[in-house]
């Protein structure tokens, strides 16, 4: 028995070390968003500046004085910020005025010294943490970073022979006994502070003999091989002091922001107070759920304080004087933002292991704009619910997505993955992979004006009827939406009145072939079959691959891989990859700035013109509607300067929506463009391109009396050279040469 039990001995020996002196904790990687940056004349209104604060935890008070607070009175805030260490460097405190006058932010200055202040970085919102499987969150500090007064309360409360004893303290159960035996229950426990460290550190919380015996026996081992104060330091970063949801709050470090909102060098002794005396039941002494309690007991501990001489009698009462000052406990989800999240997860796995994301505490700074996320959640749960009661669909069978995207890197701002944003099961923007209906469209018309010799904006197409026959012997014969026939059309018409039968013959004359080369080339990485169907939308896409299409689009023709992360860093802040921009020229600048002035004429006057009943007059659209068969899918997509957005609507077990994609999808898209800060493009032709106004009768040259000019871009020397005048024989003679060019060129 005495051998059986020394290599049992040696055995938690072992055990002590190997993990005690190895990595002790698995720390999560913290994902923030992108910081909030002020400038005088930024596009931004006060309800979303208090509703970023929010995100930030930034509490509202009558008298902000400490970093991460600040007061309201109408348009006028008064911010204290807090200091944050970024990947290029540190940013202060800074006390400042912000005042804001409709959707502008009109002045910004230092509250003390009353100086204006270009520019001011808010520290990020942390949108998220990467768990190691047990979700047990902590924030390490060092035992000389801790103020003395915890150390002296720890042992005040929880340990008096601390100093004294070598892991077990017989005296410590001897005088528990005695008290609960006078108490008639337990009231006091005869653990000393290196028990409870081992029972958390190492054993479960099983109540039986043998795991009291092995706490004792690895106590004693502990004490032997490590000093007091590398004790004391595990236990102040172990200790479990609450849960968030699903989260488990362990040591001072982090408790102190959960509760207090402030890092732990900051408390006062009555917050210190009250953190030792949870310690002994964080869900029983709960100062949120139990004030009452909590306050009672945060009492005696400041009693025992002063009984030590730890505190004198006037520190005392002082401290006990104060009230609980625990800030409202926000969100409890692991994540507020669970689709923006998943994709995250999915790049960083390119790069990452698993276990180096759950467990090295690594800094990851996202592309996540808040206010922009906010907005199309908003959007999208509203006009999902209004077009359900408008179809009469029981509540929640309607269901979309949405993606916004920076024209300007690629960066993506926001993602919704379905009607709840909260629920983190489907991700309909990563994986709702549904046929796209007419957002193929430019694609087929971009491939036919990289032909730039053969077509023009106003090439005339036949939009009559069609019938295909398929390899298989059957008979094709594909429509337009309203089922008539438009005849010869100019191509800018054919695409912003998405004509099924002047597309398809388009798609045709190029060949499908070169329009799956462009596809691919705009960023549609999968496989595509070249069946005809596929000029009229089967092709299924999720709406973040609908972007990266997209996205080239906005961007002239440069292809930028989306991406959600911009830099990671260790736990030390020390720089551990970049995640730079990687652009490349797919497509010739000159047909691609022909598309998108189509494109704009969609959003103005074809199947798009109705997000202008939502966005100011003077943006600058271009966008596309896309409806699938049988009405089962909604899509818009619609870009301006500077931001790109995808929304997808319909039914999760594809029956049909009812809805097109102006009545479903551009609604959303609209009432997110509406509410977020946003721009025209600088509308600079390529050197290679021209503007001329058209007669949109003739589609030739408008005359001097023409009421129905049009300017559209020519790539130069394609332009018409032949005057309409407006009116008489000459017009008949224009239509009649415009005609003649569809059949002799």
Known sequence: MLAISAVYVVYLDFQIRSQFEGKRWAIPAKVFARPLELYPQARLNADQFENELNVLAYHRSMNPERPGSYFRNGNNFRVISRPFTFWDGSEPSIAMQVRFIGNTLEDLYDAESRTPLPIVRFD?????????THTEDRVLVKLEEVPPLLAKALIAVEDRDFYRHRGVSLRGIARAFVANIRAGSTVQGGSTLTQQLVKNFFLSNERSIWRKANEAIMALLLEWHYDKSEIMEAYINEIFLGQDGKRSIHGFG???????????QSLRTDEIALLVGIVKGPSYYSPRRSPERALERRNLVLDLLVEQGELNPAEGEA???????????????ITSYPAFMDLVR??????????????????????LDPIVQYESER??????????????????????????VSVDGGEVLSVVGGRNPQFAGFNRALDAVRPIGSLIKPAVYLTALQQSDKYTLVSPLDDGPLTLELENGDEWQPQNFDKENHGMVPLYMALSHSYNLSTTRL??????????DTLNRLGVEKDIKPYPSLLLGSLALAPIEVAQMYHTLAAGGFRTPLRAIRDVLTAQGEPLQRYPLSVKKVVDSEPVYLLNAALRETARRGTGRGVYQFVRPDLTVSGKTGTSNDLRDSWFAGYTGDKLGIVWVGMDDNRPAALTGSSGALKVWGEIFQ??????????PPSDVELVTIDTETQLLAGSRCDSGLQ???????APLEQSGCGGSVTERGRAGWLDRLFNR
């Open 254 to 264: 982090l408790a102190s922001y959960f509760y207090f909102e402030k890092p732990l």
């Open 675 to 684: 509410s977020i800060n946003t721009t025209s493009a600088i509308d600079t």
């Open 346 to 367: 999915r790049q960083l796995r390119r790069d990452y292991k698993e276990e180096d994301l759950n467990s090295e505490g690594l800094q990851i700074f996202t592309t």
């Open 124 to 132: 990020p919102a942390i949108i998220g943490r990467i768990y190691p």
């Open 507 to 516: 798609g045709l004359e190029v060949g499908l072939p070169a329009i799956i």
């Open 319 to 333: 401290a006990k004087a104060e009230p609980l000052n625990v800030v409202a406990l926000e969100k409890s989800n």
């Open 379 to 404: 959007a999208l749960s509203k006009w999902l619910n209004r077009l359900g009661k408008s179809k009469d669909l029981p509540d929640s069978e309607l269901q979309g997505a949405s993606v916004v």
């Open 712 to 718: 559209l871009p020519f790539i130069k020397g394609t």
